[in-house]
């Protein structure tokens, strides 16, 4: 699979049916399909039975991206992703079974390290900025969606997910041009006592990432075209940028939203430019 | 990481269904965990401004009285219309709660509570709903005296006595008109509170004499049923005792009358601040015993205005403190031991000012206390009888001047202070309010404000604790206690403007 960057959209699981599984009635599985990612869905315990839900399309829909943002799952959690012709069905593909967390940490800061849990563990989507990503080899078509999930030592006791992406992409034969920037957004604000003791006030942190396809072509541009038109600003995109390497995929990807819809610049014959600015969904 | 998230109960329909919705600020949306309260429950992060609490113990030029609140508002994001239904809900005086915590902290038990108060109403636009809050003194705005007669004969009076107010008395105001009931039977109505115990302590004057009384009555029926004796009176003074007080006249008087009475609540106690309150809706509040003292109401003034009277000659004050609990107190200097310090370190914007109306210090008060009734007089009536029923337009009036205080404060004003209140009856209450006045505003004070981090000890700090304030200026490096008397909760930044006077 080409390593190049993936723009997941559209978010096509908002407009399909779910169901499946053993989910709260307070916290349903439609919580999935809320803008609001703080609305989970939450299981009513761990058990393999309850944590799976089934995606109807209504009709087949090109898909190749998948998420699950805002969840509890834990380090030993694992998820897997089918698609089939029939609800529940693998016919046209199983993802089998895959680690949530793919995120790996060398010697400067170790997977079990204090420190890298207080970044991630948790039950919370604020202490869990990482979404269970996948990006498949290539474009498929189907119209059942399956998702296990078997996270049966959760310590909560049950698991929750606030937001559920299913959806089409775009990749280029191109990648980014070398200047990449990620980059974090803290919303925390500091003042200071008349003495210069500092005061802070701690808000949650957000990731964002700007960088220049420079080389597309007249085809690629006018999905990124259309890409534009169909989210705008508002609507979300899943910014994959190692689908290669599902754990710098997890650490710098994330379900965002354009920050702004750049102009795609014609700087050369049959060549197409475009600079994109993603923010991540609050 | 600490979020704000606030419980705003309303009426959701016309039948008084109360619903709860809870929020969170904005991008700190979260699920209730199953063992919170409630549970499993999304609280969406709609919270754009959780608002401003601002209390003020200072209402009034030098009159401590009712704390006076300046609520800002609470702003909701509603760009999605999802709160539009709202616009159709009673939102006026629903109760709107604010708590900050840890993001990981149970819900509620691990949050604290910012502030209680009340919603007065709201503006809503496209984008954003916002809500006008307020505390609840604002239910004592509704006046003290609300049963009329009806008319319909016997104790209720003729026709045309319909709508007159039932006149409230607490304590002893002092010779106060009856109002005539039934001409035929000459029944009068003394007053609509109870008499504490003290029914022998009556008597009703004609002309500045006594008439003599006869038995009290047993009953009501027997009160209206027989006349007393000529040249006698009789009290019916309610079902044991407690109101309303009646009285009948065995002879057709010709003087102006006068009773001299004493109003008290049903449970036989004075009426205090805490009594009125919850006579107004606030119930459960604590503090001082601070009496209403020596007042007669038989007009449509407010709970509020007769418990500011009432703080007058205590140098009292009331509010809601800002966990929407009623509390009163008596106003004092800085007490010896500090509740909290502030410094350079914990504390930024210091600024000293004077508080407005407060500018300089007091070396002069004249007092005017007691409302008075003065009627004509029968020959041969007492002196001391004479100067009671002559006195008007109050009770009481005398001042007091400390020219040491003009000596070293040149522009030192000139107070006047009046008060319904027959509180002053004696030259030792009288010297010993001047003497507390003079103690309190007649030496130069210190208002300084300043804004420090809000956390629990500065969230645990309320109007009138004392703190220790000590900075390297102003003459404050040896530290210096003070008391609270403005409070400003800013929530959107965490952070708490005070003032102290001391």
Redesign the interface.
């Known amino acids: 699979m080409s390593g190049n960057i993936i723009i997941g959209y559209p978010n096509r699981s908002d407009a399909g049916t779910m169901a499946g599984g053993s989910w709260?009635a307070?916290?349903p599985l439609a919580?999935l399909q809320s803008r609001?990612?703080?609305?989970?869905a939450?299981s009513s315990d761990a058990l393999n039975a309850s944590t799976l839900f089934t995606l109807d399309l209504a009709t087949a829909k090109t898909l190749r991206t998948f998420a699950l943002c805002n969840h509890n799952l834990s380090a030993d959690a694992r998820w897997r992703v089918t698609l089939g012709t029939t609800s529940g069905g693998s016919q046209v593909y199983d993802s089998g079974w895959l680690d949530v967390w793919q995120m790996t940490f060398g010697d400067l800061v170790e997977w079990e390290s204090v420190t890298w849990w207080m970044g991630v563990a948790?039950?919370?989507?604020?202490?869990s900025p990482y979404a269970a990503m996948l990006a498949l080899p290539d474009y498929y078509t189907a119209r059942y969606v399956k998702v296990e999930i078997d996270d049966t030592t959760n310590a909560?006791g049950?698991v929750?997910i606030g937001r559920f992406f299913a959806g089409n992409a775009i990749q280029s034969g191109y990648n980014a041009a070398y200047g990449l920037q990620d980059a974090w957004e803290d919303?925390s604000?500091l003042?200071?006592?008349?003495?210069g003791?500092d005061?802070a006030?701690?808000?949650?942190k957000?990731r964002n990432v700007s960088f220049v396809l420079e080389y597309l072509t007249a085809t690629e541009a006018s999905y990124y075209h259309e890409l534009q038109r169909m989210v705008g600003t508002t609507g979300e995109v899943l910014y994959m940028p190692y689908p290669s390497e599902p754990g710098e995929n997890q650490r710098y990807g994330f379900l965002g939203q354009l920050a702004d819809l750049s102009p795609i610049d014609y700087p050369f014959y049959r060549v197409r430019r475009l600079p994109l600015r993603i923010k991540e969904r609050? | 990481m600490k979020r704000l998230v606030v419980e705003i109960t309303m009426v959701v329909d016309a039948i008084g269904t109360e619903q709860t919705f809870y929020f969170a600020d904005t991008a700190m949306g979260f699920t209730t965990k199953p063992t919170d309260t409630p549970a499993n429950t999304y609280v969406a992060g709609r919270l754009i401004s959780a608002g401003s609490f601002r209390r003020e113990l200072f209402s009034g030029k030098r009159v401590t009285g009712a704390v006076r609140p300046s609520f800002g508002e609470l702003v909701l994001d509603n760009g999605d219309g999802g709160l539009d239904a709202w616009t159709g809900y009673g939102i006026s005086g629903g109760q709107v709660t604010v708590r900050w915590g840890e993001h990981d902290a149970a819900y509620p038990a691990g949050y604290t509570t910012v502030f209680v108060c009340a919603a007065q109403y709201m503006v809503c636009d496209f984008k954003e709903i916002k809500l006008r809050l307020r505390d609840r003194l604002n239910l004592l705005e509704q006046p003290l005296v609300k049963t009329s007669f009806d008319g319909s004969g016997g104790l209720e009076g003729t026709t045309a006595l319909a709508g007159k107010l039932k006149q409230w008395v607490s304590s002893d105001p002092g010779f106060f008109p009856p109002i005539l009931v039934d001409a035929a039977k000459l029944l009068y109505f003394v007053q609509s509170t109870g008499t504490g115990g003290l029914g022998a302590s009556f008597d009703i004057y004609e002309g500045g004499a006594v008439i003599t009384r006869g038995a009290d009555y047993a009953t009501a029926a027997d009160c209206l049923a027989t006349s007393p004796a000529g040249g006698q009176c009789r009290f019916w003074f309610g079902t044991g005792g407690n109101g309303p007080v009646y009285v009948r006249l065995g002879s057709v008087p010709v003087f102006d009358l006068r009773v001299f009475g004493d109003g008290y609540q049903s449970t036989g106690s004075s009426w205090s601040l805490i009594a009125l309150a919850a006579t107004g809706g606030i119930a459960g509040g604590t503090g001082t015993a601070i009496g209403i003292g020596a007042q007669l109401i038989d007009d449509s003034r407010s709970i509020l205005q007769v418990m500011q009277d009432a703080c007058v000659p205590s140098l009292a004050w009331f509010g809601m403190t800002r966990l929407d609990a009623f509390t009163c107190g008596v106003l004092t200097a800085p007490a010896v031991t500090a509740s909290y310090g502030f410094t350079q370190h914990n504390a930024k914007g210091w600024t000293r000012t004077p508080i407005q109306d407060m500018d300089a210090p007091v070396w002069s008060v004249t007092v005017h206390s007691g409302k008075t009734w003065p009627g004509n007089l029968v020959a041969g009536v007492s002196g001391t009888m004479s100067d009671y029923l002559s006195r008007t337009p109050w009770w009481a009036s005398f001042s007091s001047e400390d020219a040491t205080i003009k000596t070293a404060h040149p522009g030192a004003v000139a107070e006047v202070i009046e008060t319904n209140s027959r509180y002053f009856q004696n030259l030792a209450s009288q010297t010993a309010f001047t003497a507390a006045y003079f103690a309190l505003f007649g030496a130069l004070r210190e208002f300084y404000t300043f804004t420090a981090q809000m956390d629990a000890d500065t969230l645990a700090l309320d109007l009138h604790d004392t703190v220790e304030i000590k900075i390297p200026r102003f003459g404050l490096t040896a530290g210096k206690n003070m008391r609270i008397i403005t409070q400003s909760i800013d929530c959107d930044n965490s952070q708490i403007t005070f003032g102290v006077w001391g």
């Open positions: 709260l307070g916290l919580n609001e990612m703080a609305k989970v939450r948790g039950d919370e989507y604020l202490r909560d049950y929750q919303l604000t003042d200071r006592a008349e003495s003791s005061w006030y701690e808000k949650r957000l609050a």
